[in-house]
């Protein structure tokens, strides 16, 4: 029985997906674990729960971000070495097949599910061929993913996947480049089921954006609530979605009847400026339209705790960003914050403008992209220093997750909300991100520094 290793690398700096209190398992390689052929024994190795250690195999699939990908390169070597065939997919080898060709012998390009058994095929033939292309996946006959092959007791949260693709192209995300424009839909049936077999009680959503693109889409999601409460699926979901999610207050009942308890939603800026160099027309108009405080409120009074994420340090950002939209956050209480840095991923618009500038900074690749985890500045933006980046994020963070900042934003949260459960999980996400700003050199080199005198603008 030929034995199949299939690896989840990480990047050395640990995020949320790393604690355990927000952890949720990776969906790619039980998806991959769910068609290969049944006479092959399976290993998966996750190394963002366990340290990799050298585990025998006939062949060996990895897969990996951008940011984890020199790991990738890194435990390819180990195989490569003994002669064991090494394959490499996911978005980053996708959008880099020759650079990622030099570290493994071979690289899938593309959603997966549709040429891995062809893979498999040519390496027991002794023909594997140096590039394979996937095509994009029928989520009518998706099968179920592997669960059982997780270390399901790690994980806290369960993860289901819903959709595929994504037609907004936003100018730093790569989803579009990966999955399609064309927005895909799983049957709700289909869905629904295997929500059913999901053991952990708490479920991630991991579609980009639960609600898709128009009316169509919003009523499978409408659906897809109704057919819980129905099943009577008694689950806590956590999800994302677009600020559009907010649009429709009975929808927003529905989903905190059926479990969502917390959303996520790319806010991105309240610098109309950088919306607009991002490509996010969606956020653009309701921001215009001062429409802002109007929809995170409507999904916190619904019941649902509002993770709102931001991305600051762009080219349209200035000094004075980081004052305005901490003061945006606190006024329109969001519960559970997230920033980012703009990281040009390859496959981006923002790569290709960066590159085409020759404005990226640290072209030591493959290690430099260990720094592309949307937490480092790779290149210098037009308004700032690099250091007054870091100094923003130091000085927006120090104050959002202070200790009274803490208690006033927990105490809105379960007002606002009404609900306990939503509090909770709110208040251990916030942990999860206050731990990891504990752990970086941001707040290691700023912590001691009066940071109110550059940024306080009040």
Not at 263 to 288: C, D, H, T, W, Y
Not at 391 to 410: A, D, V
Request: hydrophobic share 40%; aromatic share 12%.
């Amino acid at each position: 029985m030929p034995r199949v290793l299939l690896i989840n690398p990480s990047n050395i700096h640990k995020g949320l997906g790393n604690i355990r209190a927000t952890a949720w398992p990776p969906l790619n390689l039980p998806y991959i674990a769910a068609v290969t052929p049944s006479h092959y024994q399976i290993e998966i190795l996750d190394e963002n729960i366990e340290p990799f250690e050298y585990r025998e195999a006939d062949i060996v699939g990895i897969t990996a971000y951008t940011a984890s990908v020199y790991r990738a390169y890194q435990i390819a070597q180990i195989y490569r070495k003994k002669s064991i065939p090494t394959i490499i997919g996911g978005i980053h080898a996708s959008m880099m097949p020759e650079e990622a060709l030099r570290y493994c012998d071979v690289v899938v390009k593309g959603e997966a599910e549709n040429i891995w058994p062809k893979v498999l095929e040519d390496f027991e033939a002794g023909k594997l061929k140096r590039q394979y292309e996937g095509t994009w996946a029928d989520l009518d006959n998706l099968p179920s993913p592997r669960r059982d092959i997780l270390r399901n007791p790690y994980y806290q949260w369960g993860s289901i996947q819903t959709s595929r693709g994504c037609p907004m192209n936003c100018t730093f995300c790569s989803v579009t480049a990966f999955n399609g424009r064309r927005f895909r839909r799983r049957p709700l049936e289909k869905v629904i089921e295997e929500l059913k077999q999901i053991p952990q009680n708490k479920i991630m959503i991991t579609d980009d954006n639960l609600i898709g693109y128009g009316e169509k889409d919003l009523e499978w999601a409408r659906s897809f609530f109704n057919k819980i409460l129905e099943k009577d699926i008694k689950k806590i979901f956590f999800a994302q979605a677009s600020i559009v999610f907010g649009e429709d207050p009975d929808f927003v009942r529905l989903a905190s009847k059926a479990g969502l308890k917390i959303v996520f939603i790319g806010m991105e800026s309240i610098n109309p400026k950088a919306l607009q160099s991002f490509g996010k027309k969606v956020n653009l108009k309701r921001l215009q339209q001062d429409r802002y405080p109007e929809l995170i409120n409507r999904i916190r009074k619904g019941g649902i705790a509002f993770l709102g994420a931001f991305v600051l340090g762009s080219d349209a950002d200035n000094i004075l960003s980081f004052h305005h939209t901490l003061k945006f956050i606190k006024s329109s209480r969001i519960d559970i914050l997230q920033i980012t840095k703009p990281t040009p991923l390859p496959g981006t618009q923002l790569w290709e403008e960066l590159i085409k500038g020759k404005r990226i900074i640290n072209n030591n690749f493959p290690q430099a992209w260990e720094n592309y985890r949307l937490t480092k500045m790779v290149f210098i933006p037009f308004q700032m220093s690099i250091e007054d980046v870091y100094m923003g994020f130091t000085y927006l963070r120090k104050i959002f997750y202070s200790f009274w900042e803490t208690i006033r934003r927990t105490f809105f949260t379960l007002i606002d909300t009404k609900s306990l459960i939503a509090t909770i999980i709110a208040y251990k996400f916030n942990s999860s991100y206050f731990k990891a700003f504990k752990n970086s050199d941001h707040y290691r080199k700023y912590k001691s520094i009066n940071l109110k005198n550059k940024f306080g603008i009040d």
